[in-house]
């Protein structure tokens, strides 16, 4: 029976306490809010009809963006900021 006190090293546990994706900040300008809603949005001049850019808002200024978003009719949903799906942009 071989004898190795050694204990097993963990992991190196470098991953940032906000976690892989940080944290998802309101995308109004000067806000450093916590986002809770993502306001999903297609340039249709820009962009695939399929395409989907997500503007990040907190409850404050959820208003402020989705109506600049509709007002140019570029707005397409609104979804709580967890079912996001990962990939942001
Ligand atoms: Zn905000």
């Given at each position: 029976m071989p004898d190795f006190p050694g204990s097993p090293t963990p992991p190196?546990?470098?991953?940032p306490a906000d976690g892989p994706a940080g944290p998802l900040v309101c995308?109004?300008?000067g806000c450093r809010a916590r986002a809770a809603w993502g306001l999903r949005w297609n340039n249709p001049r820009l962009h695939a009809p399929e395409r989907r850019k997500t503007w990040l808002a907190c409850p404050d200024h959820r208003e402020h963006l989705s109506t600049h978003l509709a007002e140019r009719s570029f707005l397409r949903e609104v979804v709580a900021a967890e079912e996001l799906p990962g990939g942001r942009e």
């Open positions: 190196p546990s470098a991953a995308s109004a300008r």
